[in-house]
């Protein structure tokens, strides 16, 4: 069996899991834990800040390397679910855009940038198991993935004009990889929050079962897909059909950081913002 090494991690630790594949830790951090299965070469990367895996700087950094290193140890795919039984991610962390400081705002969207792109522009197959709720940023890591699969009851959806923010364009080029661009500007218009079989429906999701496990095994399936195919040929297939939507943000980083701290410092986003944060905090006592 080869050991794979991280970078992150040192040795791998191995961790049976069956007796017909073994699950070997790749890297893993306070907040990330990425692992793959040696008989399938697919990993799968848990995210894990309780209560509701909100998406700070720490937490997307650990993300993008997670993908880093699943792609630099030529994992056939790649997975992302959550530790959580009922929030895959909460979306970006509000405590880091109400009342922010100007230098940890900006590493904090560069770090959002920067993970974007290498997840929507990752060569090796992605699949999102959406274990719970997935609003706004959660939406965009589950849309950024080529293939979803969500379980029952939970709901996932581009919510920002709820909270009185615009989303991103690319946010929204993610939506539009997946769904039709009426359904999609009439979601993002309202902010609409899908039930999961509202998901289905429109096609936001691919499938709907009823365990996280089920959820990687159809993940695990959909990268299957892909075993006789040429990664090379794959890879290129896909960075052609994203290329235009990476080139924007690429060649427009800088605008649209200013464009983001412009919007998130402005005093009535930060009032809508406290609003909300407000209600979420009464809503949960
Ligand atoms: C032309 C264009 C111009 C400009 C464009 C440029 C820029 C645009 C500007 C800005 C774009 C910014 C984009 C933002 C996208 C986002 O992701 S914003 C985040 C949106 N997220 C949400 O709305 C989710 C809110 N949370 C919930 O609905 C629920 O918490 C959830 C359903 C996820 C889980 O429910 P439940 O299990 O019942 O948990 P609780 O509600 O009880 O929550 C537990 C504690 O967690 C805290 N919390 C929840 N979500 C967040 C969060 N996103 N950030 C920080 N903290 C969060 C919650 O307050 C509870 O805390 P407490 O226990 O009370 O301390």
Known sequence: MNIIRSARFGASTLIPKNCWSVVRSISSTELTKLEVNDKTGIAVLTLNRPPVNSLNLEL???????????????CRGLILTSSSNSV???GLDFLEMYQPKEERLKSFWTALQSTWMTLYGSKIPTAAAIN???????CLLATSCE??????????????????IVAPNWFMNSYLNVLPRRVAELALTQGKMFTTAEAQQVGLVDDVVNTKEEA??????FIGLFKKINPYARALTKQQ?????LQELEQNREQDLQA??????????????GAY?????????
């Open 60 to 74: 997307l950094t650990d993300i993008r390397n997670s993908i880093k290193d699943a792609e630099s140890n030529k």
């Open 88 to 90: 895959f991610s909460a």
């Open 132 to 138: 719970g709720h997935a609003p706004a940023g959660g």
């Open 147 to 164: 293939y979803r699969v969500m379980l029952p009851k939970f709901t996932i959806g581009l919510n920002e004009t709820l909270i009185g």
């Open 216 to 221: 990687i095994a159809k993940c695990e399936e």
């Open 241 to 245: 059909f994203r290329i235009n939507h």
């Open 260 to 273: 983001f701290i412009a919007a998130i410092t402005n005093p009535s986003t930060q009032a809508a913002m």
């Open 277 to 285: 944060l407000e209600n979420l905090k009464k809503r949960s006592k």
